[in-house]
């Protein structure tokens, strides 16, 4: 008889017999709880809201987008009375569908779920074209911006 085959009638020797294995131990923190009972106390990291896309400081402009309020921003200076750009930028701005916001002191523009990607995209070329406009208006030559 081959030493793997066995009867019903032999008893299994020592080398034969199943291992048990003995349940592992849990990692415990400083706060004695383990890593499966901290996995649903994570902590949510938000971002700022409206965060920024970009901004010229020498031209006094920048653009936001805000996922809470669903709109994209345009800023210029810190949208004090005396930071208002030109009337031609002011055109620009309205005739690209942006209206303005007193209470936040921006010039904003709706996102829809239908022309969101579209919207951004929008949004940085109208950044552009105000960016440059306000820096011939200023006698600024033309410079990098700084993304955020």
């Known amino acids: 008889m081959?030493?793997?085959?066995?009867?019903?009638?032999?008893?299994?020797?020592?080398?034969?017999?199943?291992?048990v294995a003995e349940p592992p131990t849990a990692e415990t923190n400083a706060q004695g709880q383990s890593f499966a009972d901290r996995v649903g106390q994570r902590k949510t990291i938000m971002p700022p809201d409206p965060f920024g896309i970009a901004s010229?400081?020498?031209?006094?402009?920048?653009?936001?987008?805000?996922k809470r309020h669903r709109q994209m921003a345009l800023r210029f200076g810190e949208g004090r009375p005396e930071d208002?750009?030109?009337q031609a930028v002011i055109d620009k701005v309205k005739e690209a569908g942006y209206r303005w916001n007193p209470v936040d002191r921006v010039w904003a523009h709706q996102v829809t779920p239908e022309s969101a990607m579209s919207t951004r995209i929008e949004a940085e070329r109208l950044y552009q074209?105000?960016?440059?406009?306000?820096?011939?208006?200023?006698?600024?030559?033309?410079?990098?911006?700084?993304?955020?």
Not at 56 to 66: H, M, N, P
Not at 132 to 147: A, H, P, W, Y
């Open 129 to 148: 074209d105000v960016r440059q406009m306000i820096r011939q208006e200023k006698g600024i030559e033309s410079g990098q911006e700084i993304s955020f």
């Open 84 to 86: 208002k750009p030109s």
């Open 2 to 19: 081959s030493p793997r085959k066995r009867t019903p009638d032999q008893e299994p020797t020592a080398e034969a017999a199943s291992a």
């Open 56 to 66: 010229d400081t020498v031209a006094g402009v920048q653009l936001f987008e805000s």
